[in-house]
């Protein structure tokens, strides 16, 4: 299931690089979609999804408190 998630999000990043490559767009947060209201939440929720994983990862792998209660296999996972 990992290995299918980088394939599709490899896949997705190298086509819209293309796309932007293609259209010879360089100021991709000056676009319309930016600009707008709706733009500025999608935009911000775009990034709280993207940054939410690493954050948890961070916030669990630095609180050692809570991580002596994880099991062993969670432990060595890490």
Not at 23 to 48: L, M, P
Request: glycine content about 8%; aromatic content about 14%; hydrophobic content about 40%.
């Amino acid at each position: 299931m990992a290995d299918m998630h980088v394939l599709v999000a490899s896949s997705f990043g190298v086509i819209l690089g293309w796309k932007l490559y293609k259209e010879g767009i360089t100021d991709i947060f000056q676009q319309e979609e930016g600009r707008s209201s709706v733009g500025s939440v999608r935009i911000c929720t775009a990034v709280g999804i993207t940054v939410f994983p690493f954050i948890t990862w961070i916030y669990y792998y630095m609180n050692t408190e809570l991580r002596k209660h994880w099991p062993e296999h969670c432990t060595t996972a890490l």
